[in-house]
């Protein structure tokens, strides 16, 4: 049984990958819980997560040396993944204070940590929006991503980085995993599908960006947490340099439009009964730090582990709205 320390496991992907891995493996759940969304939504996924006896969860930040230091000097894990960071494009350009306190200053914390305190493995979230508005599609890992339009790109950019220069000197193993636009039930009500879903219910109108003309990447959860379970448990080998250190795309390799996402999404939540009829909407331009599309490359993802994410839209979102349904006691029976 090993004992893996899961940052921000009480995060919509910290959770999910807790709940997968909690039955052969003592779970450390670290998280500051804080109120970027609903605190509500964080306290249930921790409530299903408590029933557990190898789950223990810890509440601290990240940004803390001295927490994230004892938790080490306690429980020695022998894998690290690192989830917890403030995340979300659009808030760093108002709120940018939170991202170099979680983002940089945690993650530092982290990685002194798992240099004082030796690990088998450190696997943390990076993201696709370090690619920018790179042109070239779909977008691969070995494409130069010098080109942040967020702070949010910048810092996870930065993770890779300093992450980089730890295995190096350290040899910490490292993999940085760039998730793409990840979503199911209990996600990131920040995120667009979920606030477009809020609004539908209240008959309210939907805000559509570049006039609908954007496509991204989506990635239903459990794909993601197969993705972070298959590379969690193969620290990456020594490259040419000598240095154990990776970074992984995972996304559905598949990018929808956004015009498409908001017609099946509409489709699901009629079907449940959560809605009666399609929403207005507003087309309004593009909105500062976001990108034009998002398209995965997982061509190193399935070479390594023979694995990429298959779930479809139509099937991810499905049950999204079931969820939705059943959580807010929504809509009707079927
Ligand atoms: N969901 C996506 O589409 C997506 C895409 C790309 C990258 N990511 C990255 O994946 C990771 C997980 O994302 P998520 O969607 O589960 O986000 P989330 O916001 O649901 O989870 C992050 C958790 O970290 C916690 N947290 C934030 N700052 C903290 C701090 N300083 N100390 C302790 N805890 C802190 C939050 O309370 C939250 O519960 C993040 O690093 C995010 O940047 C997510």
Not at 28 to 50: A, T
């Amino acid at each position: 049984m090993k004992t893996i320390l899961i940052t921000g496991a009480a995060g919509f992907i910290g959770s999910n990958l807790a709940q997968a891995l909690v039955s052969d493996n003592k779970i450390i759940g670290f998280d500051n819980v804080n109120y970027y969304y609903d605190v509500n939504l964080k306290e249930h996924r921790l409530l299903q997560l408590q029933s557990y006896e190898n789950f223990t969860f810890i509440k601290g930040d990240l940004a803390d040396k001295h927490v994230v230091d004892s938790i080490f000097e306690l429980y020695k894990p022998d894998i690290v993944v690192n989830l917890a960071a403030q995340a979300g494009v659009r808030y760093s350009i108002d709120n940018p204070q939170a991202y170099i306190d979680s983002n940089l200053i945690g993650f530092f914390n982290i990685l002194e940590a798992c240099r004082n305190y030796p690990v088998d493995h450190l696997v943390y979230a990076s993201s696709s929006s370090v690619y920018g508005s790179n042109k070239k599609v779909p977008y691969a890992t070995d494409d130069q991503v010098d080109n942040p339009v967020s702070l949010y790109a910048a810092t996870k950019k930065s993770n890779e980085l300093m992450a980089h220069a730890y295995s190096k000197l350290y040899d910490i193993p490292a993999t940085g995993l760039r998730f793409f636009t990840v979503y199911g039930p209990a996600g990131r009500p920040d995120m667009a599908y979920f606030k477009f879903t809020n609004k539908l219910v209240k008959g309210e109108k939907i805000q559509i960006y570049n006039y609908g003309d954007m496509y991204r990447d989506f990635t239903y959860i459990d794909d993601i947490v197969t993705g972070v379970v298959n590379v969690m448990n193969k620290a990456p080998e020594p490259n040419e340099d000598g240095v154990r250190y990776k970074v992984y795309n995972i996304g559905n390799n598949s990018p929808e439009s956004l015009m498409d996402f908001v017609n099946t999404l509409e489709d699901k939540l009629m079907k449940y009964g959560i809605i009666n009829s399609v929403a207005d909407k507003e087309l309004l331009p593009m909105q500062p730090g976001d990108v034009y599309q998002t398209y995965a490359d997982v061509s190193e993802l399935e070479k390594d582990f023979g694995f990429k994410p298959s779930t479809s839209l139509d099937e991810g979102l499905d049950r999204f709205a079931k969820w939705y349904r059943e959580y807010y006691k929504v809509g009707g029976d079927k």
